[in-house]
């Protein structure tokens, strides 16, 4: 079974920048599809970014491309999410998520499918 262990949040001013680990507390962490779901106050999780078991294809929301980057060490079995410019509205829960294969990389891809997660990670952005 995979535990996900979320070491710390982050907090800051708009505009700047963070990153989030998430520790894979298994062997197999290189065969699992990984995303990462904010969920804001009175809102839903949705997949902000998801990464193939591989590493090699990524996606990301249109709202978030080119301010979020999402990437793994296969080797040292952690995930990352860089966040960059950050905005008020970045201000949330943040969850690791993993699904065994690579069904679940895809953009849109709904909680139900990944199987594990991590204990979440809180980010406050100020203005």
């Known amino acids: 079974q995979v535990q996900l262990v979320q070491p710390g949040g982050a907090s800051g001013q708009a505009g700047g920048l963070s990153r989030l680990p998430c520790v894979a507390l298994?062997?197999?962490?290189?065969?699992?599809?990984m995303a990462w779901f904010p969920q804001g106050p009175g809102q839903e999780r949705e997949a902000v970014a998801t990464?193939?078991?591989?590493?090699?294809?990524?996606y990301t929301l249109d709202s978030v491309t080119g301010r979020f980057t999402i990437s793994r060490d296969n080797a040292e079995k952690t995930l990352y999410l860089q966040m960059n410019s950050l905005k008020p509205e970045d201000t949330g829960e943040y969850y690791c998520?993993?699904?065994?294969?690579?069904?679940?990389?895809?953009?849109?891809?709904?909680?139900?499918?990944?199987?594990?997660w991590g204990q979440g990670a809180e980010v406050t952005v100020s203005s």
């Open positions: 998520a993993a699904s065994f294969g690579a069904s679940a990389c895809r953009p849109g891809a709904p909680p139900a499918m990944f199987q594990y």
């Open positions: 298994d062997y197999t962490f290189r065969d699992y599809c």
């Open positions: 990464i193939s078991p591989s590493g090699i294809t990524s």
